[in-house]
């Protein structure tokens, strides 16, 4: 009789420590709404809150749209092409992961000035910057997961490379394309640096709470996290459920 693996045991626990770091800020939040649901409605009711709300979720999905309409193609060429640079297209890809988010900010207002200052492009612009790479990187291994083989199949019996790419590459590669779109939404959603600096108004909720906070203190200003959580939630969740069903 063999000894007993304890090795993915042992992982657990260690990791678990994570999960609930992560769970344990989400549940007292929570928690103490529940205790102030007073608060709760009066925010619900707070024409502000719902137009920041839907600011927010409107230039988030914009920017999700974006980033897939131009992540894809640049994902399907990084993928399937070596070329003089490349290393260096890739670092200038993943370079708005690692930049403070107020300097990104500083760096779209030298850049375009007026063009973007306050307004919802303004917005986009900051939520773009720092989400595309989820995009594009996503794209990009998701093409690498498609054998360039089943292109070529397609190829030989006629089809053109963009008849290929639609037919055989993208549909293998979507469920890892809708992650990063999801990704990249989320990431836009949760971004508040950058939109300080270049897009004050129009009021974003995460501009709002900061505000709220700031102005008020935390009581006003925790009902509108929990809602914006439970609407990031919910959406992200869903997003994941349909991917899951995509790959299955």
Same mark, same amino acid.
């Given at each position: ?10 992982f ?9 770091y ?10 103490k ?9 009066k ?8 137009k920041?709300?839907?600011n ?6 914009a ?11 640049l994902?399907y060429v990084?993928?399937r092409? *070596?070329?003089r640079?490349?290393?260096?297209v ?5 370079v ?9 900010g500083i760096?779209?207002?030298?850049t375009f ?7 919802y ?19 990009? *291994?998701?093409?690498?997961a498609? *054998?360039?083989?089943?292109?070529h199949?397609?190829r030989?019996?006629g089809a ?20 990063g ?12 640096g ?14 709002l709470?900061m ?9 006003a200003?925790?009902?509108?996290s929990v809602?914006?959580m439970?609407?990031?939630l919910?959406i992200?969740i869903?997003l994941r459920?349909?991917i ?5």
């Amino acid at each position: 009789m063999g000894r007993r693996d304890y090795t993915l045991y042992f992982f657990a626990m260690l990791g678990s420590f994570l999960i609930i770091y992560i769970a344990l800020p989400i549940m007292v939040i929570f928690a103490k709404q529940a205790l102030d649901f007073e608060m709760l409605t009066k925010t619900l009711h707070d024409p502000l809150v719902i137009k920041a709300l839907a600011n927010s979720l409107i230039t988030a999905t914009a920017t999700a749209m974006i980033s897939v309409i131009f992540g894809v193609p640049l994902g399907y060429v990084l993928a399937r092409r *070596d070329f003089r640079g490349k290393s260096l297209v890739q670092a200038i890809i993943d370079v708005p992961i690692v930049i403070p988010h107020s300097v990104v900010g500083i760096m779209l207002l030298v850049t375009f000035s007026n063009a973007i200052l306050d307004s919802y492009k303004g917005i986009i612009a900051a939520m773009l910057f720092v989400s595309a790479p989820f995009a594009i990187n996503a794209a990009r *291994d998701g093409f690498l997961a498609v *054998d360039e083989k089943l292109e070529h199949v397609a190829r030989t019996l006629g089809a053109s490379r963009l008849r290929a790419f639609l037919s055989v590459s993208l549909p293998m590669a979507l469920p890892s394309i809708a992650s990063g779109a999801i990704m990249a939404w989320a990431r836009s959603i949760s971004e508040v640096g950058a939109i300080l600096i270049v897009a004050y108004y129009p009021k974003t909720a995460q501009v709002l709470v900061m505000e709220y906070f700031n102005n008020y203190g935390l009581r006003a200003s925790r009902p509108i996290s929990v809602i914006l959580m439970v609407i990031s939630l919910v959406i992200f969740i869903l997003l994941r459920w349909l991917i899951g069903k995509v790959r299955r």
